[in-house]
């Protein structure tokens, strides 16, 4: 149980282009999700926390107007890089939970390569 | 600024018992979350709780401020990286993870 699907898994696209990457909770409601990035050869970041239905409450660092978060229903959460640049290349990973006290379950991340 | 800490880096030999060890200084810390992660893949959970817990190979030790994860006769094919999160009580329930471990094991 508690499976998390992120796509797509990878992501090659020139500079400029808008990326959006899915994460869905496939038989759990997630009343939480989270976003992170990392880096190669380091930790995962925390980029963003969503809540189903209200604003994602960005980490301090990151701009709210370059990744557009949505997490419209309990199932689903977007993450949108808006004109992404080579700088933004990283990989992306989701997670979600279904309450407070759950642990997070994890997408498998997307690669994103920007040219 | 709430934070959880763990070795960058711990070496093993096959067949031993791996410790990971992770201390925080989290504001009402109640649960830890032991994940291990194979980069590339998505970070799977192994234990959690606030007590000492075990899952197949993992152990997990619990006091107050520190975990350690605990892997019974390690394999080569442990060899990931291993992140401590750590939930506090009141407000957000949002966890704090450590930088991350990465395991190295010596045939």
């Known amino acids: 149980g508690a499976v998390v699907s992120q796509h797509p898994s990878r992501v090659i696209c020139k500079s400029g282009t808008s990326v959006k990457i899915e994460c869905r909770s496939l038989?759990?409601?997630?009343?939480?999700m989270f976003w992170y990035r990392q880096f190669p050869k380091q930790s995962l970041m925390l980029m963003a926390t969503?809540?189903?239905?209200?604003?994602?409450?960005?980490e301090q660092g990151v701009e709210k107007d370059k990744f557009l978060i949505n997490h419209a229903s309990l199932t689903l959460s977007t993450l949108t890089v808006t004109s992404a640049h080579p700088e933004d290349s990283s990989f992306y990973i989701c997670?979600?939970?279904?309450?407070?006290?759950?642990?997070?379950?994890f997408g498998d991340g997307t690669r994103l390569s920007i040219l | 600024k709430d934070q959880v800490f763990q070795p960058s880096t711990v070496a093993s030999s096959e067949g031993a018992v791996v410790e990971i060890f992770c201390n925080h200084s989290?504001?009402?810390?109640?649960?830890f979350f032991w994940y291990l992660h194979f980069p590339g893949c998505a970070p799977r959970l192994l234990v959690k709780g606030s007590k000492p817990s075990q899952q197949g190979r993992y152990n997990m030790t619990y006091e107050r401020f520190s975990s350690s994860l605990l892997i019974l006769q390690v394999r080569e094919a442990d060899a990931a990286v291993y992140y401590c999160?750590?939930?506090?009580?009141?407000?957000?329930?949002?966890?704090?993870f450590g930088r991350g471990t990465s395991l190295i094991v010596h045939p």
């Open positions: 997670s979600a939970r279904g309450g407070e006290a759950q642990p997070q379950h």
């Open positions: 969503s809540n189903e239905g209200s604003k994602a409450t960005y």
């Open positions: 038989d759990f409601q997630a009343t939480t």
């Open positions: 999160a750590v939930c506090a009580s009141g407000g957000s329930y949002i966890p704090t």
């Open positions: 989290v504001s009402n810390a109640y649960n």
